[in-house]
């Protein structure tokens, strides 16, 4: 049979109720999965809407998944291009779905329509949403559609629980976290600012800022409290410290007492325009920090509070280009949420031409906002067969 009704079985299951376990099951085949999944159909049992599409002829090679969404392969590989026209039928985030979490995730904003087929009166599907999909492109979700606004800033908690989310409305900029565990959603302020997230590491409680202050929210007790913190966008709390960087280097702080304990910072010389971070982020742990100023880019390792640096060269890659997600250890790092680029690095953390490139959205305006969860799975390796970098 074709390849066009490869894992029909998956797909009927997916439309009797069953979606979370099919789609898992079909992000995460291989080529010898997919051959075994092809079957004899029986003649007496109609075809559902799905099966019927994917017994027809597709020239792009695309494979439905619901009726009307469907994704398409990159050729020899696990990689995929999801093209979402009806959201509502796309699988959500499942925090009971073990087979989500067995690799780091990325959650990412997508306002999926408007391209294509989408309908252009079809409010809901222009409008942004908060997805997540695994970093090998395999498992994609929908995280959060029940907002309507324009998408700001966006953090996940270290347990994978709740997600915290500004998003510009008429009334402000509202920020929220959602329990994806009950659906719940808790408003934290709506001050015209976009702010800025961080978890605690045991996700007990959240830091952010609104009218212009700094305010900490404990899940346990529904209370927050004014706080005078220092954090920024590209922090982490880990080991007990609190990692956060700056415009100019990394400072170093005791979480439990708020304090100081060092700061790296890697160039204390020259004109302060040339000397301030562009571009920055930062590993889970908080060891690894980039950083990328108008002529250099630095690798940080903020245990050691050493770094190494290099000068930017046009239309040149260069071993530190574009650590936008910086996975655990320092292994991998992954730039792009619609067109994705995942590189492998060195053992000394530079890039030397290891790479992987796919278009992972096809529909839509834009995909934006990534950023790193679940990062310690598989012991924060991006993928599970390394040899796809061969």
């Not at 408007?114 to 695994?134: C, Q, T």
């Amino acid at each position: 049979m074709k390849r066009k009704i490869i894992l029909s079985v998956f797909i009927g299951i997916l439309l009797s109720g069953c979606e979370q376990e099919s789609v898992s099951r079909l992000n995460s085949r291989d080529d010898s999965a997919e051959k075994s999944a092809v079957i004899e159909r029986n003649p007496a049992k109609p075809m559902s809407i799905v099966e019927q599409k994917n017994a027809q002829h597709w020239d792009d090679g695309r494979i439905y998944i619901t009726e009307h969404n469907y994704i398409r392969y990159k050729d020899g590989s696990s990689q995929s291009t999801y093209y979402i026209y009806k959201a509502k039928e796309w699988p959500k985030e499942d925090l009971n779905n073990q087979s989500s979490y067995d690799l780091p995730r990325v959650v990412f904003r997508w306002n999926n329509g408007e391209s294509g087929d989408a309908p252009k009166d079809d409010i809901y599907e222009r409008r942004d949403k908060v997805w997540s999909v695994k970093t090998d492109g395999t498992d994609l979700r929908l995280v959060a559609d029940e907002f309507n606004g324009m998408v700001q800033s966006m953090k996940m908690s270290p347990n994978n629980r709740y997600l915290a989310l500004s998003y510009g409305a008429e009334e402000g900029v509202i920020k929220v976290i959602k329990d994806l565990k009950t659906g719940e959603y808790t408003e934290l302020g709506k001050y015209r600012e976009t702010t800025d997230f961080l978890w605690a590491e045991d996700s007990s409680y959240l830091y952010f800022s609104d009218e212009w202050k700094k305010w900490k929210y404990t899940l346990s007790t529904k209370e927050k409290e004014m706080i005078d913190i220092h954090f920024s966008k590209y922090s982490t709390v880990y080991g007990g410290k609190r990692y956060v960087v700056d415009d100019l280097g990394v400072a170093i702080y005791d979480e439990e007492k708020n304090k100081l304990l060092y700061t790296v910072i890697p160039n204390k010389k020259g004109h302060l325009k040339s000397r301030l971070f562009r571009k920055r982020s930062i590993s889970p742990t908080g060891q690894y920090v980039w950083a990328e100023t108008l002529a250099d880019r630095y690798l940080i390792d903020t245990y050691r509070q050493t770094f190494d640096k290099e000068e930017i060269i046009p239309n040149k890659t260069g071993k530190y280009y574009d650590f936008e997600m910086i996975g655990l250890k320092a292994n991998y790092v992954k730039f792009g949420s619609a067109a994705t680029v995942v590189f492998k690095l060195s053992n000394n953390k530079e890039y030397d031409g290891n790479y992987i490139k796919w278009y992972q959205i096809g529909t839509g305006q834009s995909a934006s906002e990534s950023s790193l969860y679940n990062a310690f799975a598989n012991d924060g390796d991006f993928f599970k067969n390394v040899d796809i970098f061969k």
